[in-house]
């Protein structure tokens, strides 16, 4: 049931571009169900800044200060007394309705317990402290769903269930240099955890086999991904194009809203492709595919690694998890991939963009 009165929502979401995607459709839901209520995400300064300006659910970002457990930040410790400041004006502030839609609620729930709204909500692990709404926090579940039933808490039911960006004429225009002449693919071979990361040399089969349907093929990464992105270039028969550190968040959402498809990790690329619209193929890992594939199939294809014992020390790594840092997903096999991408680029999809 919809609560009356509602004039202020804040969600907690200060995490990765990944986990704000799979928010996306419970912060619509939210919209749908209290269109005069401003939403507040509270969140990091990337999410300040990437969604400044652009169409969406949310009216205004807070950024969270450093805390521990919410936003932790190497190298930078929690001040108490900026937290409390903090606090003290998120209470003035009188939110109506506030969610945890950040993780299983060991220290978010307390944080969101702190801002002093009328009503809570979110998700709960064991033994963490639990909110004035709250449903159990069973990690495998797919992510859109979990934060569309915490939105469903305060009675905001699904208006939609794929995650969706709008991309902006300054995102276009950063993107442009990349984005002519001819039509392209992109792949994106490196991931935040190394467990995510499919070796160098199959993308460069993949980019092979792209560049042999007449596309240019892009090769995208940030910051330490540069070895990565020159190992797949490198590794390529075909010319292949550098944009390791090219673009803002918003000019690779702009790269990625032209591209013929895109091939990527399990990571934050790979999902916001998605949400602007591009056909994708991403490599999963089999726990990672229940909870952040795409639940569509008309434009995105996940190939799935079924490893889970360590390749390095054979442990089982499912509920629990061994120390090394290994790929996990190196076996998902290239001639899978390959055909998912070829198939995208022989249906529908591919027309109305090459023809764009």
């Known amino acids: 049931m919809r609560e009356a009165g509602v004039e202020r929502i804040a969600v907690l979401r200060a995490n990765a571009v990944g986990d704000f995607l799979f928010c996306v459709p419970a912060l619509d839901a939210l919209r749908a169900a209290y269109p005069r209520a401003e939403i507040t995400l509270l969140a990091r300064p990337w999410h300040a800044d990437f969604l400044a300006g652009r169409p969406g659910p949310v009216d205004r970002v807070v950024v969270v200060p450093p805390a521990h ?34 993780g299983g609620g060991r220290w978010s729930n ?36 979990r934060w569309l039933e915490i939105a469903g ?14 991309v902006v004429p300054r995102d276009v225009e950063e993107a442009a240099p990349l984005t002519a002449p001819g039509p392209f ?12 990361r499919w070796a160098p040399e199959h ?3 993949v980019g092979d086999a792209l560049a042999a349907q007449r596309l240019r093929v892009i090769v995208t990464g940030t910051g330490g991904e ?21 673009l803002s ?13 895109v091939v990527s990790n399990d990571s934050g690329p790979l999902h916001l492709a998605a ?12 726990g990672n595919l229940v909870n952040g594939a795409p639940l569509t199939r008309a434009a995105h294809r996940p190939v799935a690694s079924f490893r889970v014992d360590c390749p390095v020390c054979g442990r089982r790594n499912v509920e629990t998890s061994c120390e090394h840092d290994a790929s996990f997903v190196d076996d998902a096999p290239v001639g899978e991939v390959v055909d998912a991408a070829l198939e995208l680029l022989g249906g529908v999809a591919r027309g109305e963009r090459l023809a764009g």
């Not at 979110?122 to 709250?134: C, H, K, M, V, Y």
């Not at 949400?275 to 089999?286: D, N």
């Open 249 to 261: 968040l918003g000019g690779l959402a702009g790269l990625l809203a032209r591209a013929a498809v």
């Open 185 to 196: 693919a992109v792949l994106h071979p490196g991931a935040g955890a190394p467990r995510r």
């Open 69 to 102: 457990g919410v936003r932790d930040e190497p190298g930078v410790t929690e001040n108490p007394a900026g937290l409390e400041r903090f606090f003290r004006r998120m209470r003035a502030e009188r939110f109506d309705l506030a969610l945890q839609m950040h």
């Open 275 to 286: 949400a602007v619209g591009a056909p994708t193929v991403g490599i999963f890992w089999v």
């Open 203 to 205: 993308f460069a089969e």
């Open 110 to 145: 307390p944080f969101v317990r702190r801002l002093g709204a009328r009503v809570t909500a979110g998700s709960r692990a064991a033994e963490t402290a639990p909110l004035d709404r709250w449903i159990p926090y069973v990690y495998f579940q797919p992510e859109i769903a």
């Open 226 to 246: 540069r070895r990565i992105v020159d190992a797949v270039c490198e590794a390529m028969r075909a010319p292949a194009e550098r944009a390791c550190d090219a």
């Open 153 to 166: 808490l305060v009675g905001a039911s699904p208006v939609t269930l794929s995650p969706s960006v709008t």
